[in-house]
C-alpha cells in the first residue's frame, strides 16, 4: 500500500535517541531546552518555547494561560481536528465553529466578520479564535487580526500542519499577529517526536505560565515564591492546578534530530505538490490554493471531485484503495461528531466546509514517495477523473 503519510527517520535521529538512553537522564533534561531553543531560532520567536507531550496539551495549556474558562466562548475553524475544539471544552469553556474559505479551505474572514457583527449583538464575543493553518497553509493573519482588534478576542493559532511554512515573509510561529502558537510533533506532521508539540507566546507572561502549567503548575523561580519571615527555603512552590505535560529528553533528542532536516521536508513536499498541481491541472478536480503571500508547508495534498469529475467522491475513493493507495480525509466538520451534534449542532452548519468534506481527498504526500508512486498515484487518479 502507498500511504498518504509517513515519518521520515535517519539513523542520524536514531543514534540521537540511543545517546540519550545510554545517559544519565531520559525525562525531561537538558535535551527538553536544547530542542526548544532550537525550534525557537527556527521559528523567530521572541520567547523560548515550551515543548509539551502533544499538540492537544499544548492547547489546554494555551487556553488556560488567556484564562479560558467556564462561561467563555472559543472559536474555531469547522475544518480541523477535534481537539482543537475538545481541548478548548477541558477548560469548561464553550466552543463554536467559523465556516472556512472554498479556496484556502482555512477559516474565511468575511464569514468570520459576520458571525462576530451578530455575536457582538449578542454579547457573545469570543474571547479566543483559534485558527488553523490547514494542510500547512497559514490563514489570512492581517485581515483576522485587524478582526480581533475591532472585536477584542485573542488568537490562538493551531500549526499543527505548519512547521516550516511562512506567512507574509515570516515564519509561521513567530507570533507577529496571535497571542499563542501550537506545534505538533505527532508522528505524521511536519517532525516528529513521536508525540510531542511544542507552544510558542508573545508574551513573557503568558510564556511562564505556560511553562508552569506543563509541570503541575509549579514554580521554582524564588521572585514569583510567598515566602514568609520564618519561612524555611522552598524548592519550589504550587502557584495553580497545573499538569504533567513533559515531552523527555528522548523525544527532545529526536525532534532536535530532525529539526534540521524540516527545511529539506518543507522543500521535498512543496516539488511534490508542484508536480501534482501540474498532473490535475487539466483533470477535472480542484486543489488548494496557495495566496503569494504563503509558502505551505504542505502536510497534507488535497484534491476535490467536481461536477465536471467524471466519478463521485467514493467511486475514486474505492478505485484508489483497490490501487493499493491508501488515502485519507481531512475532516469531518468538527460539529458534525456526535458529542457535538448532541448539544445542538446540526447539518448544514457550515456548509462549505461540509461540502469540502464531501468531495475532497487526502493523497499521498510525504518525503519518502518515490517516483514510481507518485506516477501511480496520478495516473490512478486520472484514470476515473
Ligand atoms: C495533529 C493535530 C492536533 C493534535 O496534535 P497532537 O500532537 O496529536 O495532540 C491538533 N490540531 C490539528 C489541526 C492537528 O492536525
Excluded at 37 to 49: C, D, L, M, R
Excluded at 164 to 180: D, I, L, M, R
Excluded at 353 to 375: C, K, M, N, V, W
Aim: aromatic share 10%.
Amino acid at each position: 500500500m502507498i500511504k498518504y503519510s509517513r515519518q521520515d527517520l535517519s539513523e542520524q535521529d536514531i543514534s540521537a535517541v540511543v545517546d540519550i538512553l545510554r545517559g544519565d537522564l531520559i525525562t525531561q533534561g537538558p535535551a527538553v531546552g536544547q530542542f526548544e531553543i532550537a525550534v525557537s531560532k527556527y521559528v523567530g520567536a521572541k520567547h523560548q518555547g515550551v515543548a509539551v507531550n502533544s499538540a492537544t496539551s499544548g492547547l489546554h495549556i494555551a487556553y488556560l494561560a488567556l484564562d479560558v474558562g467556564v462561561g467563555d466562548i472559543v472559536w474555531t475553524s469547522a475544518n480541523t481536528f477535534l481537539a482543537t475544539a475538545s481541548a478548548a471544552l477541558m477548560c469548561g469553556a464553550s466552543v463554536d465553529f467559523v465556516d472556512i474559505c472554498e479556496q484556502t479551505l482555512n477559516i474565511c474572514p468575511v464569514a468570520l466578520r459576520s458571525k462576530l457583527r451578530k455575536a457582538a449583538s449578542m454579547n457573545r464575543v469570543p474571547k479566543v479564535l483559534t485558527v488553523v493553518h490547514f494542510a500547512g497553509l497559514s490563514c489570512d493573519m492581517k485581515s483576522i487580526s485587524e478582526l480581533a482588534t475591532e472585536f477584542g478576542f485573542a488568537i490562538v493559532e493551531d500549526a499543527s500542519h505548519a512547521l516550516g511554512a511562512s506567512y507574509n515573509g515570516k515564519p509561521v510561529g513567530a507570533c507577529e499577529f496571535s497571542e499563542v502558537c501550537v506545534f505538533s510533533f505527532h508522528a505524521i506532521k511536519m517532525i516528529t517526536t513521536g508525540e510531542g508539540g511544542m507552544v510558542f507566546a508573545r508574551d513573557e507572561g503568558i510564556a511562564n505560565r505556560l511553562r508552569r502549567l506543563r509541570s503541575h503548575g509549579v514554580t521554582s523561580n524564588p521572585d514569583e515564591m510567598f515566602i514568609g519571615p520564618d519561612d524555611e527555603l522552598w524548592n519550589y512552590q504550587m502557584l495553580e492546578v497545573g499538569f504533567n505535560y513533559r515531552l523527555t529528553d528522548i523525544q527532545a533528542a529526536l525532534g532536535t534530530s530532525q529539526l534540521e532536516r524540516v527545511d529539506e521536508f518543507v522543500s521535498a513536499r512543496n516539488d511534490i505538490a508542484i508536480e501534482y498541481n501540474r498532473a490535475f491541472e487539466r483533470a477535472e478536480l480542484k486543489t488548494q490554493k496557495v495566496p503569494l503571500d504563503c509558502i505551505s508547508s504542505y502536510h497534507l495534498f488535497v484534491i476535490r471531485v467536481t461536477e465536471r469529475s467524471r466519478c463521485s467522491r467514493r467511486q475514486l475513493y474505492d478505485h484508489l484503495w483497490d490501487s493499493g493507495i491508501a488515502i485519507n480525509f481531512h475532516y469531518i466538520p468538527v460539529y458534525r461528531h456526535p458529542f457535538f451534534e448532541a448539544r445542538g449542532f446540526t447539518k448544514g452548519y457550515c456548509p462549505i466546509a461540509e461540502t469540502y468534506f464531501r468531495d475532497g481527498i487526502s493523497i499521498p504526500l510525504h518525503t519518502q514517495l518515490t517516483r514510481p508512486d507518485f506516477d501511480h498515484v496520478v495516473s490512478s487518479i486520472n484514470a476515473v477523473v
